[in-house]
């Protein structure tokens, strides 16, 4: 039982340059999130897609677009990362939110 | 505009004593509120959940409480275990926030034997 499976696990990137962070989950939930965690910042909504072929904008968007390629796959792309968006990156998926989202095991970006 | 705080970023507690990690919140529109436990690495686990209907919530060794009129929710754990060691999340949704969690900053349980 994978669960959320997010890739890369770690990656660092030169400031200006792009990446896809991907997202698969396996239990036919309809919604997914991404959120990123930084110390003393708690988790802040990304973007999410509440349903196939849906997204929205979360807390912090700028800087950052996503794609819900079918029910199973959320990706979240940086087209010219800077270092501001060194974090940890989590994507989540739910049926409903209240009995908890389901988190991947995060990637660590660094962009120097 | 934090929604949801955890004011205590750390929080230091004996072996089998009482751990209670607290949570305010701002909006009063919030209808569920969750508390997520996270080990170094791993992505957060969903631990406890409460309506806002409720005031107390118990799962075994954790038990969360709501007071509504004080805008505060808390999570006790009776007894602490040192696998309980792990940064906890408090969480917040609202009815017009489709399935959207709202996450406190986190605090960072110790159990010290």
């Known amino acids: 039982n994978a669960g959320v499976t997010q890739t890369p696990k770690f990656q660092v990137l030169k400031t200006g340059q792009s990446m896809t962070l991907q997202c698969a989950q396996d239990?036919?939930?309809?919604?997914m999130y991404w959120y990123r965690q930084d110390p003393g910042m708690g988790l802040r909504l990304i973007y999410y897609?509440?349903?196939?072929?849906?997204?929205d904008k979360g807390e912090v968007p700028n800087g950052y677009n996503v794609s819900r390629l079918n029910k199973r796959e959320f990706s979240l792309r940086l087209e010219s990362a800077a270092p501001s968006q060194t974090s940890v990156y989590f994507c989540?998926?739910?049926?409903?939110?209240?009995?908890?989202?389901?988190f991947g095991s995060g990637t660590r970006l660094t962009v120097v | 505009d934090q929604q949801v705080k955890q004011n205590s970023p750390s929080l230091s507690v004996q072996e089998g004593r009482i751990s209670i990690l607290n949570c305010d919140y701002t909006?009063?529109?919030?209808?569920?509120f969750l508390w997520y436990k996270k080990y170094p690495a791993e992505g957060p686990t969903f631990l406890i959940s409460i309506s806002s209907i409720k005031d107390k919530n118990e799962d075994g060794r954790f038990t969360v409480f709501l007071n509504k009129s004080a805008k505060h929710l808390s999570l006790h754990i009776v007894p602490s275990q040192p696998g309980d060691s792990a940064v906890y999340f408090c969480?917040?949704?609202?009815?017009?926030?489709?399935?959207?969690?709202?996450f406190g900053q986190g605090t960072r349980l110790t159990i010290n034997p």
């Open positions: 239990m036919n939930h309809n919604s």
């Open positions: 989540a998926s739910s049926e409903v939110a209240v009995y908890g989202y389901t």
């Open positions: 909006n009063s529109m919030f209808d569920y």
């Open positions: 969480a917040a949704r609202t009815l017009q926030g489709a399935q959207k969690l709202v």
């Open positions: 897609s509440a349903s196939e072929g849906t997204t």
